[in-house]
């Protein structure tokens, strides 16, 4: 679990973990473009929904540190195989829902694979991969929210309209057990000895929790993840609220996930240059609220542009958002304090921006509902860019 430990994989290692970071966002993705029929389906309010969005971020903001003690203990790639199992069991188990209760226990067993696999990825990367790519691995995984959302997205509004959402799941479920075969095959294995017991790993993480560094850049995560999740999870039902049908809303809002993405990985390139962190989000947050201010405050049906004119504000949004998970991933081994926990500090980073994941649709539905639309959406955006700027100036 060492920081430093000489990576001792190849490339080939870094593209299963991110493959499997994949397999585990598509888990996450596969609900907004079924959310229409499921809220006929199993008679789902729109907060309900809102929750069901969120809720699979329910065991990163409750065990993000655990994971990181359980990868100290028994190690980091069997927490992201057993993540691969869990996210496997979840989907099969959803598949069964007949009302909103159980579909929800379904999702939660999915947070729980998610978080395995969210907490242990970026430790696993730089264990494995040569130090000439890890940036580059870095930026890919970064990016692996924004191609599940892509893949997720796209995917599921073209498979959605053939099949009922019970067999997209099926299908889900297979998907998250693809990329355990290639880890097992091609990310070492965990280092012999390397639990050190309970008390020396407990002691490692209660370092790590005492240092301001990982709280800081976590709540600049949560800033990010609360925002984005609100605006990207609701996108296909924005859209169909708007009047579009088809799978229109599901292509648009996948191109919106790609692109960030895209951000994340040029991110990595501006890097490699040594640009200071809050040269990159500073920026990248004062961007997402221009242009999301812009994709929610006017009538865009009574604009020229129309539609169009919204989609491109939410796709910057969205690009210029991609460099925040990049570059605070790059950051956590400094973030990290001598003979603290690198899992620990990625395990608070997610006990936070799943925080943010999950709060932030609910939030978003309940302006929606109050106010009598997606209007209001700008207010969010707009506050937790606000709050991610100043804490940025601390966060280095």
């Given amino acids: 679990m060492a920081l430093k430990t000489r990576p001792t994989g190849t490339c080939s290692s870094w593209i299963a973990i991110v493959s499997a970071g994949v397999a585990a966002g598509l888990q996450v993705w596969k609900l907004p473009p079924a959310l229409p029929a499921l809220r006929h389906d199993l008679s789902l309010t729109l907060v309900q929904a809102g929750t069901l ?46 009302s909103a209760a159980p579909l929800l ?21 730089r264990r494995s991969t040569p130090p000439g790519r890890l940036t580059t691995a870095i930026g890919f995984w970064g990016a692996f929210q924004g191609i599940a959302t892509f893949t997720g997205l ?13 067999v997209w799941w099926w299908a889900m479920a297979v998907l ?7 880890v097992l095959a091609r990310v070492p294995r ?49 859209y169909r609220d708007s009047g579009m049908t088809g799978v229109w809303p599901g292509v648009l809002s996948a191109v919106v996930g790609a ?46 542009a129309g539609t169009t004119g919204q989609f491109l504000c939410v796709a910057a949004f969205s690009l210029t958002g991609g460099a925040i998970p990049a570059t605070l991933l790059r950051k956590v081994a400094e973030l990290t304090p001598k003979g603290g926990s690198a899992p620990a500090t990625m395990g608070l980073f997610q006990q936070l921006f799943n925080t943010g994941s999950f709060i932030g649709p609910t939030i978003a539905a ?25 804490l940025s100036t601390w966060a280095g």
Avoid at 207 to 232: D, E, I, K, N
Avoid at 366 to 390: E, M, N, P
Wanted: with cysteine; charged share 10%; glycine share 14%.
């Fill in 53 to 98: 969005l969120g809720v699979i971020q329910l065991a990163g903001m409750l065990g993000g540190l655990a994971v990181s003690l359980l990868a100290e203990l028994i190690g980091e790639r069997r927490c992201l195989s057993g993540g691969l199992v869990l996210l496997f069991l979840g989907s099969a188990g959803g598949c069964f829902a007949w």
């Fill in 105 to 125: 226990a379904s999702r939660a067993v999915e947070g729980a694979g998610f978080i395995l696999v969210a907490v242990t990825g970026p430790g696993l990367i």
């Fill in 154 to 166: 796209i995917a599921g509004a073209l498979v959605l309209q053939v099949v009922p959402w019970r």
């Fill in 176 to 182: 998250a057990l693809a990329p355990l075969p290639w």
């Fill in 190 to 238: 965990d280092q012999a000895g390397g639990a050190r017991g309970a008390v020396a790993a407990l002691t490692r993480i209660g370092r790590t929790v005492r240092s301001p560094g990982p709280w800081t850049a976590g709540l600049v995560f949560a800033c990010y993840t609360l925002q984005w999740m609100a605006v990207v999870g609701f996108l296909p039902t924005i």
């Fill in 259 to 304: 692109v960030n993405a895209i951000g994340s990985v040029t991110t990595a390139a501006l890097l490699k240059r040594g640009l200071p962190a809050r040269a990159l989000l500073i920026p990248a947050f004062a961007l997402m609220a221009i242009t999301s201010l812009l994709a929610f405050a006017p009538d865009w049906h009574t604009l020229p």
């Fill in 366 to 390: 309940w302006l929606a509902a109050g106010t009598g639309g997606w209007h209001s959406t700008w207010w969010l955006t707009c506050a937790c860019a606000a709050l991610g700027i100043a």
